[in-house]
């Protein structure tokens, strides 16, 4: 194979996107993924008849032409929904997102959040996205912050905004106008707001699907090869199964805090800033139930530390075929990190009792089927060495012919568009100098 193609650490959605946009340009590439077979995050499987995705996984286009490429390899395999998703605070229900939809809120605490959003609308001040914390309270004001903001984001990202910058908002936290919180305030407005208001899903087999009609395209692509050592003086790499190869220009998605163990011979600030990179973790239960389809809703966000999960959601509301007939199937999502570590043995019990306790379990529910993805890599944290570290450890890399691409590659708060973009990008920038 010698220098000449182009290779691709990991078959994510990212590796694949870049090795089919290479290909389409013509030039040769080699993708090396460590499962036994590609996807990464977006994989499905099926258990006793309910198809489960790795947590829950919905497509959300801002850009054509990754619709496009989608829809391609999709065919009528997709399908738009509107979304229905809710927020569980003052021991109630309320329509996501919190900020534009007070409405049913408890008099005190909708009074609370609509007073502190209108003081800080008036006040004027930019609060600047340096720091996260400020960011939320000048945003929103006081009481929303208090009631939902603070709380939800603390236990989602296990450190509190104030550790945080809000340099990865843009799009993802809806910020409502006056007129619409004081509309979604005095009654129950069912007007969508955000990136995510749509979404799209496979018709059929989980979005597992997507992964799948992209790797059928993709010629060259070894499974079961888990990138072992990096030797950039020699430009060689060893896989854990022993196979060794030269490589010349290089992609990699995988996880960058590993990539940094893998390296020979890093310069002290350099691995100084791999040290520093911080992320949390998602301990994920997918559940398969006895139990005809609840409700119409699609995901609920749970700010309340009492409770263990931030979020469930319904896989039976996003496909009619993910479940066997009469059965209903969701997920629960737990946040984890070295800052707020979570306890694997009792966390699957605790999942259970607290779907009970806000009712999405009822008494006569008997649970088919239990599915755990353990996802070391959930979203990097955005803390105040991310800027810095991302860009020294980046930096050093392109030096040496490495590009990264993708939500761990590239380190980067995003979502399957956004890696799939970044693929056509990076497969654009990739030198053309190869030895
Ligand atoms: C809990 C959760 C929910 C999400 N929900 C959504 C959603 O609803 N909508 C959305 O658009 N996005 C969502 N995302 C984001 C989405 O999953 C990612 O943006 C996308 O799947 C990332 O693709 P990737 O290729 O960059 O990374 P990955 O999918 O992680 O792919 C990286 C690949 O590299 C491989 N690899 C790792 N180490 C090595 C090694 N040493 N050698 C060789 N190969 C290696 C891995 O096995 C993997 O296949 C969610 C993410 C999480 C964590």
């Not at 006793?48 to 054509?64: I, M, P």
């Not at 065919?75 to 738009?80: A, E, H, I, Y």
């Amino acid at each position: 194979m010698g220098r000449s193609s182009v290779v691709i650490l990991g078959a994510g959605l990212a590796g694949l996107s870049a090795a089919w946009h290479l290909q389409q340009s013509g030039r040769p590439c080699h993708v090396y993924e460590k499962e036994a077979e590609p996807g990464g995050l977006c994989r499905s499987k099926k258990v006793q008849g309910f198809v489960f995705d790795c947590d829950g996984h919905l497509l959300h286009f801002r850009h054509k032409e990754v619709f496009d490429l989608v829809r391609e390899l999709l065919k009528d395999n997709l399908v738009r929904h509107r979304r229905d998703s809710w927020v569980y605070c003052d021991d109630r229900f309320i329509r996501y997102p919190f900020q534009a939809n007070l409405f049913g809120l408890s008099r005190p605490v909708l009074k609370e959040c609509l007073t502190g959003f209108i003081r800080a609308k008036r006040s004027g001040v930019d609060p600047g996205k340096e720091n996260f914390l400020k960011w939320i309270e000048g945003t929103f004001g006081e009481g929303i912050a208090r009631h939902f903001m603070i709380p939800y984001n603390t236990k989602f990202w296990t450190v509190h905004p104030r550790h945080m910058t809000g340099e990865w908002l843009d799009g993802f936290i809806p910020q409502p106008s006056m007129d619409r919180v004081i509309d979604g305030a005095v009654h129950d407005s069912r007007q969508l707001l955000g990136y995510n208001s749509h979404f799209w899903y496979p018709r059929e087999g989980g979005i597992g699907q997507l992964a799948v009609a992209f790797s059928k395209r993709i010629r060259n692509l070894h499974t079961g090869f888990q990138l072992n050592r990096i030797d950039l003086r020699h430009r060689r790499m060893t896989f854990a199964n022993g196979v060794s190869r030269e490589f010349g220009d290089l992609i990699t998605t995988m996880p960058l805090p590993e990539l940094g163990g893998l390296i020979q011979d890093l310069p002290d600030d350099v691995r100084r800033a791999f040290a520093q990179l911080r992320w949390n973790s998602i301990f994920n239960v997918n559940l398969g139930l006895r139990q005809e389809k609840p409700s119409s809703r699609h995901w609920i966000y749970f700010p309340q530390e009492r409770i263990s999960f931030f979020r469930a959601g319904f896989f039976h509301n996003f496909s009619a075929h993910v479940t066997p007939p009469g059965m209903s199937s969701l997920y629960a999502e737990v946040s984890y990190s070295t800052y707020k570590p979570l306890d694997k043995v009792t966390v699957l019990g605790r999942i259970e009792k607290d779907l009970r306790k806000v009712g999405l379990l009822q008494a006569g529910d008997h649970i088919v089927c239990r599915d755990v993805n353990d996802i070391r890599y959930g979203y990097p944290v955005y803390d105040r060495h991310y800027t810095g570290a991302r860009r020294l450890i980046l930096d050093f890399l392109r030096g040496h012919r490495i590009l990264t691409c993708g939500r761990y590659g590239g380190w980067q708060y995003m979502s399957m568009e956004d890696v799939i973009l970044e693929g056509r990008e990076v497969s654009r920038r990739v030198g053309f100098s190869s030895i």
